[in-house]
C-alpha cells in the first residue's frame, strides 16, 4: 500500500475538537480500515466536501471513538474527534501503526503550494500573537513581497540600479522586524539586586508574574514571559541582580543574567532612585551602553537624581512611567513601522536571498543580481 502521511490540522493538546489530515494515494482505503459510518458507506465512495459521522474503532479494541470525516479530496481524508489527548492520539497511533507517517505542516505546506514567499507567509500567519503582526502577514500572503521582487526585477532588467539599490536596501532595513513577527524580541530587566526590576516587569505586564519580596536576591533565575508592545510581539524577561555575592547560588543566577543581556534585543537597565550614584552603578552603566536607563522607585522620600545619566522615571506604586516605557520600548524596537501593504520579508532564507542580491548588485553583478531575486519568484 502507497504510504499515507498525517498531518495536524489543529495544536495537539485540549480543545474542542481535535483534527488531522490523512493524504496519499489510498487514505481512503486507509481510514476505512477504522470507520465505521452509520450509512454504512465506504469512504472511497464518498462525495468530496461532504460530512460523515461515525465511529472509529482501534485495531483490537471494541472500544471506539466518535467521529466526523469528509473526503477533501481524492487523496485526503479530514478527521474531527473530540478534543484532548486521548481520542486524537488513539487515532494518530492507529493509523501509523497501519503504516502511516507524520509530516510537519509546515514542511506539508511546502511540498504543497508552488509560491515560497506565499508558503512562508502562511507559515509565519499561522503562528501570528497579535493583529498588527496578522495584517503585515496577510498582506505578504496577498502578494506585497511578490509584487516588490517583481519591481526589483524589472528595475534590474531596465539597468535603474540606483532606484534597484534604494529599494532592496529598505527591504533589508525591514528585515529585523520581518524576523521578529513570529519569533517574539527578547527583553531583558537588569540591575543591581533589589532595584525594583521584578516590580517593574509586573507593571509593565499589568499582572504579576515576578515574585516581589523587599529582599535583596529574590530573583535568581530567570522568569520570562510574552507580551506585546504596540502590537510587537515581546519575550519580557526578569533576571537575577547583578550584585558581587559570593553564594555559589547567586553567582551562577549573576552568570545566567549576563548572558541574557548579551543574547537579548533590548536591555532595560533599572537603577534605584532612592540610593546615591556609586561607582558600581556607574560601571555597570559603562558595560551596557545600549541599555535603556530607568530610574526606580521614584515615590520615594527621599531621591538622589542628580549626577546620574539621563533615564526614565518610574513608579511602580503611583504607575509613574509606566506608559512611557511602553511607548519608549515599542519605538525602539520598531523605529519606522511600514505602511499597509508594504512588502516585509518573513523568514530567513528571504533575508539570505537579499542580501546575496544586495551584494551582487554593489559589486555589479547586475544579471546575478537578477538571478538571485528571481529564486523567489515561482513565474
Keep these: 500500500m502507497t ?3 498525517i498531518i495536524h490540522l489543529t495544536p495537539v493538546g485540549r480543545g474542542a475538537v481535535s483534527s488531522l489530515l490523512v493524504e496519499g494515494c489510498a487514505a481512503a482505503t486507509m481510514v476505512d480500515r477504522f470507520f ?25 479494541c471494541q472500544v471506539a ?32 501503526n497501519a503504516g502511516c507517517c507524520n509530516i510537519a505542516w509546515p514542511e506539508w505546506l511546502q511540498c504543497r503550494t508552488v509560491d515560497p514567499l506565499n508558503s512562508a507567509a502562511r507559515i509565519a500567519l499561522a503562528q501570528a500573537k497579535t493583529g498588527r503582526v496578522t495584517h503585515i502577514l496577510l498582506d505578504q500572503m496577498q502578494g506585497a513581497m511578490r509584487q516588490e521582487i517583481r519591481t526589483l526585477v524589472e528595475l534590474l532588467q531596465d539597468q535603474k540600479l540606483a532606484a534597484a539599490q534604494e529599494r532592496l536596501n529598505r527591504l533589508l532595513e525591514r528585515a529585523q522586524l520581518g524576523l521578529h513577527l513570529v519569533d517574539p524580541w527578547r527583553i531583558v530587566l537588569a540591575g543591581q539586586p533589589n532595584v525594583g526590576k521584578s516590580s517593574l516587569m509586573n507593571a509593565l505586564l499589568g499582572y504579576s508574574r515576578s515574585i516581589v519580596r523587599d529582599q535583596p536576591g529574590t530573583t535568581r533565575d530567570m522568569i520570562s514571559t510574552e507580551t506585546a508592545f504596540g502590537g510587537w510581539p515581546v519575550e519580557l524577561n526578569d533576571s537575577a541582580g547583578l550584585g558581587t555575592g559570593t553564594d555559589p547560588v547567586e553567582k551562577a543566577g549573576v552568570q545566567l543574567a549576563w548572558n541574557l543581556i548579551r543574547e537579548s534585543d533590548q536591555v532595560i537597565l533599572v537603577f534605584d532612585a532612592t540610593l546615591p550614584w556609586t561607582e558600581e ?32 522615571l518610574t513608579s511602580t506604586v503611583s504607575g509613574q512611567g509606566i506608559q512611557e516605557l511602553s511607548a519608549r520600548l515599542e519605538a525602539l524596537l520598531v523605529p519606522e513601522p511600514p505602511p499597509a501593504g508594504a512588502a516585509v520579508p518573513c523568514d530567513l532564507d528571504q533575508v539570505q536571498v537579499l542580501r546575496e542580491a544586495m551584494s551582487s548588485l554593489v559589486l555589479g553583478a547586475t544579471e546575478t543580481a537578477s538571478s538571485e531575486l528571481r529564486r523567489l519568484l515561482s513565474d
Design 3 to 5: 504510504m499515507c502521511h
Design 281 to 312: 552603578q556607574q560601571r555597570l552603566f559603562s558595560e551596557i551602553p545600549s541599555a535603556l536607563v530607568v530610574h526606580n522607585k521614584v515615590d520615594g522620600n527621599r531621591l538622589f537624581l542628580n549626577q546620574r545619566p539621563e533615564g526614565l
Design 36 to 60: 465505521r459510518g452509520a450509512n454504512g458507506r465506504s469512504l472511497t465512495q464518498a462525495a468530496l466536501n461532504r460530512i460523515y459521522f461515525g465511529h472509529w474503532y482501534h485495531e483490537g
Design 65 to 96: 471513538e466518535e467521529v466526523i470525516v469528509c473526503r477533501r479530496a481524492a487523496d485526503q481524508i479530514e478527521i474531527h474527534c473530540h478534543g484532548g489527548l486521548s481520542a486524537f492520539t488513539s487515532i494518530e497511533n492507529s493509523l501509523r
